[in-house]
Each structure stands twice: as C-alpha cells, then as structure tokens.
C-alpha cells in the first residue's frame, strides 16, 4: 500500500496545488488510467485548495491499493456550521482574498462529490473538518 | 515500453559529464553515467532545452543536412516562417528564394502557406459547440508530447489538425508535380527547421501514420549557406503566395492572431506551457476557447537550431508582416484544400506511460514503497552527483534495478565511515 502525507498550511497560495501536483504524478508512476486520474486530480486539487482556503491548516492524505485510491483531509478548524448547506453548489463562505484570485466560486465540495466513488465528510464547530473520498482502480 | 525515433543527440567526445542538462530537463529524461549523459528515449520529447543548455554544445538535433537534397531529382525547400526571421533589415522575402535555389533547391514553397489552411480549420473547429474546450493547438510537436507524458487526460483537447508543415508540404508536392508533370515521389520535400521536435514528428507523426515531408534541415545550416549570399542578390519580386497572418504563427501568440483572437491563452517556454497544462489539468482554468502552447520561449523564433536570438528575429518578422499586402487567409486558400481528409488526423494519439514504474499497479505499490524507504536515507540535496536529476528520481532509478544506493556519494561516504571504524575496532582486537 502506497501513503502519503502532505502539511497544508492555512492561506499558503505560494504553494497551492504542490500537493496535488504530487499526487497526481505518483498516481501516474503507478500507470492509473488517465480517466480515473483526472478524478482524482480534480478533486485532491479541491481538497488542497480548501483547506488552504477555509481551514486554519491541516494534512491531506493519500492511500493507494490495487483495488482502491483514498484522499483524506483533516484540518484544524473552524469546522463547517451547515455541512448540507455547504454541499449545496454554489455556496461559498470563501473571503475577498480568496475570491479575488478567482477561488470561492462554491463548487468545491461538489465537484468532489461528483467525482468520487465514495464521498464522506463530518465536521464539528470549532473542532474542523474531516473528509474521506475513494475512487475505484479501473 | 518502445523505444522510440527522437532527434536529440549527445556527441559523445564533447560531453563532461556534468549535471546542466540533466537538471533542465522537463522530463527527467537524461541520466549521467560513464562520465557522460544518456538520453532515456521514450521519455525525451525533443523540446531542445538540453540543447540550449549545455556549454559544450555536446547535445546536438539529428537533421538532414544540404547533401541530402541530392538523393531525389526535384527537391523543395519548405522555410518555417521564422528562417525569415534571421536576417536583419529583411523586407523582401523574394530574396530568400533566390539564395535558396541557388543552393540546389527546384522550388521554395512556404510553411506559412500551410498556417493560412490551419487557420481557417481552427476557426471552423472552434465553431463547432460539440469541441472540448479549450481546443489545444496541435502546431508545437513538443507541447503534444509533454501531453501524452504527463497530462493524458488533456489529450482529447488537443485539435486533431495536421502541423502547417504538413499541410504546407502536401499542396507542394501537388502543385510541383502538376506543374512540372513529375511523379510525386521524385520530388523530395524539406523543411528548413527552426527545432529538433519537426524532425522527430518527420520520423514519427502524431496522429497520422506518414509525414509529407522528406527530411529536414537546420535553419542554423541554412544559414550558413545564404547569409553571405543575401546581400548580393537582386530580389526577384516574387509576390508570397500567403497572408500576413501565416507569417505571424513564427512567433508566440501569432496562431492566436490569426485564428483565435478572443478567449484565447498562448503560452511560451516549456516550464510556462506545464505550469498551465498543471492547471488546465486540474480543471482549475475552464472556460476560454484554444490554447496555443509554444515549447521555445518566444515561439518558433526561439526554437535552438535558429541564429538569430528570438526577440531580433520577431521584430524582422514584424517588419516583413507590415510590408505585406493585408490578405486575410480566406483570400487565399482554395476551398479545396480545407475539404481534404488529409489535413486532419486519421489516427487517435496514445498516452505515453513511460513514467509507469511496472506493468501492473501492485508491482507499481511495491516499487513506490520501496522507493519511498529509499527516500528516506536519502539526503535530499538534489545535487545530481549519482546521475540522476533529483533524489526522488534516483530513488526511482534504484528500484528500476538501474541504479544502486553507493552511486549516491552522501550514502558511499556513510558506509565508508562505519567500514574505516569497523577496520579501526579490528585493528585494535588483542587477540592475534
């Protein structure tokens, strides 16, 4: 089995999308399908993005088996009030910084949803936030 | 994985040994072993920034060279636009003709013509709502490669047109041979190359089986030829038989120009073009129309078998474009040419999996685990000492059984420290 773990630090746009960029060329070493690549780029630039973005820092993840590719993500806070509400597209709670650099667009969440296999998230108030996803190997 | 035709070579006596190209290289494609660089040819993707890079002009593009015209009875010279490009104060392109078929050339017929039938195919494709977008330009041979090695998924976006070159070299060879009432196959068609990436793509196409072009030449041998010879020639007022616009796509943003002036991004300089690829990738830049990706800073005027540094070299273009009738492409080019099949692709583009660590993804888990063990008692310095680019790469080379850890001087030296003590705690045992 394949780990990975990556720091991500809250507001750190310098570095944004370095994790993903490493997932994803992993993922390329070990000859996933360029289908089921996109997925997962997709969506662990999401993940990245949100952390840097909402959170006050946390780690992504990554876990790959013959069978099965996970990205986790497990952030420090402030945690999600509604998490319907914030699966809901379009809705966004992303300040004007974040907004200004053409992120925030409330599309986050969903767009890994969609491409998921499998999709978990719980988030506690003042605690943070913990998000699971899975993606079949094809 | 196949070994495959590409057109950068290392001359052997000229290299040191050292590490420039090896770090500059987008692909991690070179390796420094036996005190010399080696190319891992199914990797390498011919954007020529070893070339540039190597003080010792010990990276060299495998071309045909003047001799080479010889072996067919009608030979034409087929100029990318940006040979134009290297003569200072150039306004009549005519001239160019002339010393050009004074080198043995029957015919000069212009790359750029071959832009004006791509452009309008470019605006036809982006009229078409069913495309993917951005439509990714298929011009650059480089950009289409670094595609099929690291962003596969991009493929699909990439505009399934022939280069200019080809386009260009077809109607040559039509209008030679009903012209002249020669068999086409007597006429032997060159492209005067700015790059090594259009002689790879003459060996092996992307997206169709066979070039139209014979064989290519390096615009910096070209040059050589008919430098001494421009000043003294009498322009022949040969009136282009393009516009403006085919010109323009010499230089970054001059496809753009002529195809798809709005909601359009053109991108210049390999590290530039997979920064944007990355995004594009990660479906983070959606909504603009084509994407016009130049492996060469400035464009073809920056390719490396070129004399004139880019920047010169577009102003020279520029100068020329201005003195130019102002056609516009339509003006030009029969409808007969956008009708053929020939200009389109006829065969679908493969990802190139060469990064893929084994056949199968469990023997790929069990190599990335051992690799990542290796990682750790690395040192992390990148120094490229071992021969590989970077320490994740070494690691990676180890576990493909083409390395070994002691080719790593921080680890030899390690394990020369515990042998010097164990030979000192041997040394010092009373007992004979």
């Given at each position: 089995m394949v780990h990975a773990e990556y720091d991500i630090q809250k507001g750190a746009y310098n570095s944004a999308g370095e994790a993903s960029a490493d997932i994803k060329r992993k993922l390329q070493q070990l000859g996933i399908s360029p289908v089921t690549l996109r997925r997962v780029a997709v969506s662990s630039y999401e993940m990245e993005m949100n952390i840097i973005i909402h959170s006050l820092g946390g780690t992504m993840g990554l876990c790959v088996d013959k069978d099965w590719i996970t990205l986790s993500s497990k952030d420090?806070?402030?945690?999600?009030?509604?998490v319907e509400l914030a699966m809901s597209e379009g809705y966004s709670t992303a300040d004007d910084d974040a907004r200004s650099m053409g992120?925030?667009?409330?599309m986050g969440l969903p767009n890994m949803k969609r491409n998921a296999d499998d999709f978990r998230i719980t988030s506690q108030l003042g605690e943070g936030t913990q998000i699971t996803i899975t993606f079949k190997v094809m | 994985m196949t070994s495959r035709f590409h057109s950068?070579?290392?001359?052997e006596d000229k290299?040191?040994?050292?590490t420039n190209c090896l770090k500059h290289c987008p692909t991690e494609a070179i390796r420094v072993y036996d005190k010399r660089a080696h190319i891992i040819d199914e990797r390498?993707?011919?954007?020529g920034e070893c070339i540039r890079i190597c003080d010792y002009h010990a990276k060299v593009a495998q071309t045909d060279t003047l001799?080479?015209?010889?072996?067919?009875p009608h030979p034409v010279a087929l100029p990318?636009?940006?040979?134009?490009?290297?003569?200072?104060?150039?306004?009549?392109?005519s001239v160019i003709y002339e010393a050009l078929l004074s080198l043995g050339f029957k015919e000069v017929a212009d790359v750029a013509r071959g832009a004006d039938v791509v452009t309008l195919a470019i605006r036809r494709a982006l009229r078409?709502?069913?495309?993917?977008?951005p439509l990714i330009s298929s011009a650059c041979p480089t950009i289409t490669r670094i595609i099929q090695v690291?962003?596969?998924?991009?493929?699909?976006?990439?505009?399934n047109l022939r280069q200019p070159m080809e386009v260009a070299a077809q109607i040559a060879r039509r209008d030679y041979a009903s012209k002249?009432?020669?068999?086409?196959?007597?006429i032997g068609i060159f492209f005067i190359t700015p790059c090594a990436a259009k002689m790879t793509s003459i060996r092996s196409p992307i997206g169709?089986?066979?070039?139209?072009?014979?064989g290519a030449i390096s615009i910096l041998e070209i040059y050589g030829h008919i430098a001494p010879l421009v000043g003294k020639i009498k322009p022949a007022g040969k009136v282009p038989e393009f516009s403006p616009f085919g010109m323009g796509w010499?230089?970054?943003g001059g496809e753009l120009d002529a195809?798809?002036?709005?909601?359009s991004i053109a991108v210049d300089g390999i590290d530039n073009v997979i920064r944007v690829l990355e995004e594009m990738d990660n479906n983070?830049?959606?909504?603009?129309d084509y994407f016009e990706g130049s492996a060469c800073l400035g464009g073809?005027?920056?390719?490396?078998?070129?004399?004139?540094?880019n920047y010169l070299a577009r102003n020279t273009i520029q100068t020329i474009q201005d003195a130019m009738?102002?056609?516009?492409?339509e003006q030009l080019v029969r409808s007969a040419e956008l009708a053929r099949?020939?200009?389109?692709?006829?065969q679908e583009i493969p990802p190139n999996?060469?990064?893929?660590?084994?056949?199968s993804i469990a023997g790929a888990i069990e190599r990335m685990e051992e690799m990542n063990r290796i990682i750790e008692e690395?040192?992390?310095?990148?120094?490229g000492s071992c021969g590989s680019p970077t320490c994740r790469s070494f690691a990676e080379d180890i576990v493909r059984g083409?390395?070994?850890?002691?080719?790593?001087i921080y680890i030899l030296k390690d394990t020369l420290k515990v042998m010097a003590q164990k030979m000192v705690d041997i040394s010092k045992t009373k007992r004979e």
């Open positions: 420090q806070g402030p945690g999600i009030e509604d992120f925030g667009a409330g | 950068v070579r290392l001359i290299c040191r040994g050292c390498c993707i011919d954007c001799e080479d015209i010889k072996r067919f990318a636009p940006t040979l134009y490009g290297q003569f200072r104060h150039l306004t009549d392109i078409d709502p069913q495309r993917p977008r690291r962003y596969p998924a991009l493929i699909p976006n990439i505009i002249h009432g020669v068999a086409p196959e007597d169709h089986a066979k070039s139209a072009v014979d010499a230089g970054s195809a798809a002036p709005r909601n983070t830049i959606t909504g603009f073809c005027v920056g390719g490396p078998l070129n004399f004139e540094n009738p102002k056609t516009q492409p099949d020939s200009l389109y692709f006829d999996d060469s990064m893929k660590l084994h056949e690395l040192p992390g310095y990148d120094c083409n390395s070994s850890e002691h080719d790593c």
